[in-house]
């Protein structure tokens, strides 16, 4: 059966922008595509022992991350479920940011923990103030404390170095979500004083995925990587690490990964010129401002009100931005939407305000 995708020549779609396959990283799909093919990378050995994928887990990734040790995992998600499992007990509380993935609730599900919330501010900014984490840590003396860093809705930048010392203060274990940070712009696990960080390679990492990084503190190495007795494998991540095609386009791609945080500051600038631009069109973007990220949240009254009216209903943005080359904004959505700015060019950031400004002018 012949699979093809909807492409576009714009794809705002914040999900996708940061996970874009490097030219290295497209070859190293087609060359270990097949199953286990990373097994011929050194014929013989077992993934781990393998010195490419040895020395990109002890050096590069810890480099990388500012970490002691590394993992991979398989997504952002099941990272964030590989150290609740291992760091807390059913019946446990724990501590996370309102703006928190989803996942991060199913993950402590799956683990049996009561979740507490650090609610946000609410409209329009919807930031996690960071001193309420301290109360909160007081009232429930929780076995972990969770920051989203950015959260993927609001592209919110939290103060996580001080939660850090926060967590410094009350021992407690400090976990950062950096699915929309790791890859992207720099950061550092040890500056931020946190215990882990997890990162998202599908989304921000230039690489095909399913596939996650976990970054810790030496001193959770016994606990996260405990042997089982009866079989010399890892218990945590069933006795091997990520094994595909995945890893391939992570470390085919890696070299221009490190690089291209160097020019997050442009991304930054991008990201507020088009929130600058847009918001000329009646679009307010809610979120941090001014915003330190290229995820964006907007709300259109004008684009709803136009749904209201439109025969196509809701559905009238995504066809009208599709006709002109822009894709990535959920068919059906007019009222809030969110977009990513990221590696978008300002030239390409001016061809969508202007497709804005034309479904604008051309339907109200
Ligand atoms: C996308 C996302 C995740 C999930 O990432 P996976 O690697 O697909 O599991 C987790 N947290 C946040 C904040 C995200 O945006």
Redesign the pocket.
């Known amino acids: 059966m012949l699979l093809k995708r909807q492409k576009s020549e714009i794809n705002l779609n914040p999900?996708q922008r940061g996970g874009i396959l490097t030219k290295e990283g497209r070859e190293a799909l087609i060359e270990f595509g097949d199953g286990y093919a990373t097994y011929d990378l050194s014929p013989g050995l077992e993934i781990e022992d393998m010195p490419i994928i040895k020395n990109f887990i002890e050096k590069e990734l810890p480099e990388f991350l500012e970490s002691d040790i590394a993992k991979f995992t398989l997504?952002?998600?099941?990272g964030i479920f590989n150290v609740m499992h291992c760091i807390t007990k059913p019946g446990d509380t724990i501590i996370v940011d309102g703006n928190r993935?989803y996942?991060t609730i199913t993950a402590a599900e799956r683990c049996k923990l009561n979740i507490v919330e650090v609610k946000n501010s609410g409209k329009p900014e919807y930031k996690i103030n960071i001193e309420d984490y301290e109360n909160l840590i007081k009232k429930h003396k929780p076995s972990m404390i969770l920051l989203?860093y950015p959260?993927?809705n609001y592209g919110n930048i939290p103060d996580a170095k001080k939660l850090g010392t926060i967590a410094k203060k009350y021992e407690v274990p400090y976990l950062i979500?950096g699915?929309?940070s790791v890859g992207r712009m720099p950061i550092s696990m040890k500056k931020l004083g946190a215990d882990f960080i997890i990162g998202?390679c599908?989304?921000s990492m230039a690489s095909s995925g399913?596939l996650?990084i976990l970054g810790a503190n030496k001193k959770w190495e016994k606990i996260l990587f405990k042997k089982s007795e009866l079989v010399n494998k890892q218990i945590e991540f069933i006795g091997s690490e990520s094994r595909g095609t995945a890893v391939a386009t992570l470390i085919a791609s890696f070299p221009k990964v490190k690089k291209r945080i160097e020019n997050w500051d442009e991304e930054v600038e991008k990201a507020k010129y088009f929130s600058s631009e847009i918001e000329k069109l009646g679009i307010m973007q809610l979120g941090e401002k001014p915003h330190n990220h290229d995820l964006l949240f907007f709300e259109a009254p004008v684009l709803y009100e136009i749904s209201q009216k439109h025969k196509k209903r809701g559905y009238f943005l995504h066809q009208e931005l599709k006709k002109r080359g822009i894709s990535g904004i959920k068919a059906g959505l007019t009222k809030n939407f969110k977009i990513s700015t990221y590696q978008l060019t300002k030239k390409e950031l001016d061809k969508v305000v202007s497709a804005f400004k034309e479904i604008i002018d051309e339907n109200l």
């Open positions: 999900i997504g952002a998600r099941e993935h996942s989203t959260d993927g979500n699915a929309y998202s599908h989304k399913p996650g």
